[in-house]
């Protein structure tokens, strides 16, 4: 399988690569945004900024592949609010021209969506269930995945992602997040609570409580499954059972023998709340996934075994190796 990816310096996309590379029949196209890496990769890398519509047709006709797998995002909510018409060529507009480069190619289209589609205020949502986001990001995300339906002849999975925490494999380190009122806190939770210092979890106002937190690496091998599946429509590729932010922060406590009395759930930063002004935060989402597992033939992992195949991955990355690439630390 001949497979372009975008956002292959990301958190998920990194963990594509290695899935990919470890199965040894997949020829990778990895776009590249940023600078070079600083050691030798063995697949192909294309110079692209997906806001660039002429450049994203010109890589797919140039590559031909049979599956691009879009990755890559702008996740910076404060920016993305206040440069709407930056974030909206490369989210909406970079998303259209990789679904109708896919079209003319012939290539099956997987686009990485989030589970702020949704408003955070319904008890229960399904592949089915309608969007209704609260912030830009969201209806960004949202505008995209009704883009995608709507290409003729488009072969397409939309995989849906959350609160992802994990190892990303391009960067020499683990990729250590900072506190959040979203849910992608668990990176931040294991590195306070490893060095023995307090990790404060905001409990609102103005937080996503609550969440399908997702480990990278299980979620894509969801979105590698989905690749290679031939069925349209929209995937729910995250961990498979909810907790809120402190659950979460005591499940890590518990699988890492950390200490919980240092878990302090506190109010919300009123400095992250003021940065945060014009940005709303879905509260809590909950959600049914079984038609996923049951047309993908997997169940992603739920909280616990997450977190310790997490804490499995962490250890071999942490492994010292006579040679000092993450690409060779990382096993790959
Ligand atoms: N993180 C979460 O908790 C979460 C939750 C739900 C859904 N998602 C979705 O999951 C996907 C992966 O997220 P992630 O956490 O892996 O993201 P990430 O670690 O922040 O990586 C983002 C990637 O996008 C690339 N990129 C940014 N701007 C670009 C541009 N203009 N053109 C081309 N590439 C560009 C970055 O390249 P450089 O490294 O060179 O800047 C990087 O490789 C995204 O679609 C995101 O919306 C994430």
Redesign the pocket.
């Known amino acids: 399988m001949r497979l372009y990816l ?9 963990n594509i690569i290695r899935l990919a590379r470890r199965r040894g029949d997949i020829d990778i196209i990895a ?5 070079e890496p600083e050691w030798e990769v063995d697949y192909q890398l294309d110079p ?4 660039d519509v002429d450049a994203v047709r010109a890589s797919m006709l140039r590559y031909r592949p049979d599956v691009v797998i ?6 910076d909510h404060v920016y993305m609010t206040a440069n709407r018409s930056i974030a909206w060529r ?1 989210t909406v507009e ?1 998303n259209l021209a990789f679904a109708r480069g896919c079209a003319e190619v012939g290539a099956r289209y997987i686009f ?5 589609v949704f408003d955070g205020q319904e008890p229960l949502v399904t592949e089915e269930s309608p969007p209704n986001p609260v912030n830009f ?1 969201g209806f960004m ?1 949202a505008v995209c995945e009704r883009d995608i339906m709507a290409v003729p002849g488009l072969s397409y999975g939309i995989g ?6 994990g190892l ?1 494999y ?1 960067i020499p380190e683990l ?1 250590m997040k900072d506190n959040h009122l ?3 806190i668990t990176n931040y939770i294991i590195d306070r609570l490893s060095q023995g210092l307090i990790a404060e979890v905001w409990t609102g106002p103005k937080v996503n409580d609550m969440a399908h937190a ?1 480990l ?1 690496s299980d ?1 894509a091998e969801m979105l590698l499954r989905l690749a290679e599946h031939d069925g349209k429509g929209i995937f729910h590729c ?1 961990g498979s059972e909810a907790a809120t932010r402190l659950q979460l922060a005591h499940h890590v406590a518990d699988v890492f023998d950390f200490d919980h009395a240092l878990i302090v759930p506190v109010p919300t930063d009123p400095n992250v709340l003021e940065h945060f002004r014009h940005v709303r935060i879905p509260f809590r989402t909950v959600a049914n996934s079984e038609q996923t597992y049951r047309l993908l033939g997997r169940r992603t992992l739920n909280v616990v075994d997450g977190l310790r195949a997490f804490k499995q991955e962490l250890e071999a990355f942490r492994t010292p190796t006579p040679n000092p690439s993450p690409i060779k630390r990382a096993g790959l």
């Open positions: 975008t956002g292959g310096t990301g958190l998920v996309g990194s776009s590249q945004y940023g600078p692209l900024d997906m806001s879009h990755c890559a995002a702008m996740l490369a970079g990485v969506s989030s589970d702020w990001y995300k849906r992602m959350a609160g992802i925490y990303n391009a990729l979203g849910f992608p997702s990278a979620g995250w």
